[in-house]
Nanobody, 123 residues
Framework: QVQLVESGGGLVQAGGSLRLSCAAS??????YAWFRQAPGKERDFVAA????????SYTDSAEGRFTISRDIAKNAVFLRLESLKPEDTAIYYC??????????????????WGQGTQVTVSS
């Protein structure tokens, strides 16, 4: 059974940090991404990483504040969130696809999803 399980969300003050984790099981993926969805808004791309080479990409709002990484031995992907702002409040989702494509930044590009983890940033 293929599963993506996120963890690490929580409540943090503005300027704080969090580290989100995504544990994958059931198969090997070639690319992972993090998306986020705020109440009443669409699910937006945050960052992606190619599993083999570790090539990364970020949306403009995440560049310089968030860091995506992976641990091949643990079959896990992480998203380090720093200098958090209230507007970063959202449910953060881990997503995966079985092939790598550098331009995969839409939710429809990914076939597998986790259940999400809530990140709340207070002002």
């Amino acid at each position: 059974q293929v599963q993506l399980v996120e963890s690490g969300g929580g409540l943090v003050q503005a300027g704080g940090s969090l580290r989100l984790s995504c544990a994958a099981s059931g198969r090997t993926f070639r690319q992972y991404a993090w998306f986020r969805q705020a109440p009443g808004k669409e699910r937006d791309f945050v960052a992606a990483i190619g599993y083999n080479l570790g090539t990364t990409s970020y949306t403009d709002s995440a560049e310089g504040r968030f860091t995506i990484s992976r641990d091949i031995a643990k079959n896990a992907v992480f998203l380090r969130l720093e200098s958090l702002k209230p507007e970063d409040t959202a449910i953060y989702y881990c997503a995966a696809r079985t092939s790598y494509r550098a331009t995969a930044s839409y939710a429809s590009d990914y076939d597998f999803w986790g259940q999400g983890t809530q990140v709340t940033v207070s002002s």
